[in-house]
């Protein structure tokens, strides 16, 4: 048996949201907005052999990995002993209770 932790380790839900972030709708409109172009050089973005250029998009703000790492574990991924599992039609039940 191997040595797993017994929580998801900040790499694993940092390459999820990166997935996230690269199929995000937001990443793509800002690509759309520059015309697929580097906003500094104006370099294009081309996959022809010999001649690629990738572009990334840049977070002007940057990202607090830290945080949202936190915030997911706090929120999201939760210990097991604040989960509960319960059927979907429970689970919807609580839901409107907690709204009540």
Same mark, same amino acid.
């Given at each position: 048996?191997?040595?797993?932790?017994?929580?998801?380790?900040?790499? +694993?839900?940092?390459?999820?949201?990166?997935? $996230?972030? $690269?199929?995000?709708?937001?990443?793509?409109?800002?690509?759309?907005?520059?015309?697929?172009?580097?906003?500094?050089?104006?370099? +294009?973005?081309? +996959?022809?052999?010999?001649?690629?250029?990738?572009?990334?998009?840049?977070?002007?703000?940057?990202?607090?990995?830290?945080?949202?790492?936190?915030?997911?574990?706090?929120?999201?991924?939760?210990?097991?002993?604040?989960?509960?599992?319960?059927?979907?039609?429970?689970?919807? +039940?609580?839901?409107?209770?907690?709204?009540?």
């Amino acid at each position: 048996m191997g040595n797993k932790l017994p929580y998801t380790p900040n790499g +694993k839900i940092r390459q999820a949201l990166r997935v $996230l972030w $690269l199929r995000s709708r937001e990443r793509s409109q800002a690509l759309k907005n520059t015309n697929y172009c580097c906003a500094y050089c104006g370099i +294009k973005q081309s +996959k022809a052999k010999g001649k690629e250029v990738n572009l990334d998009v840049h977070h002007i703000d940057g990202i607090d990995w830290d945080g949202l790492c936190d915030l997911i574990r706090n929120r999201l991924l939760q210990t097991a002993d604040r989960l509960t599992p319960i059927c979907k039609d429970c689970h919807v +039940k609580q839901h409107s209770v907690d709204k009540l």
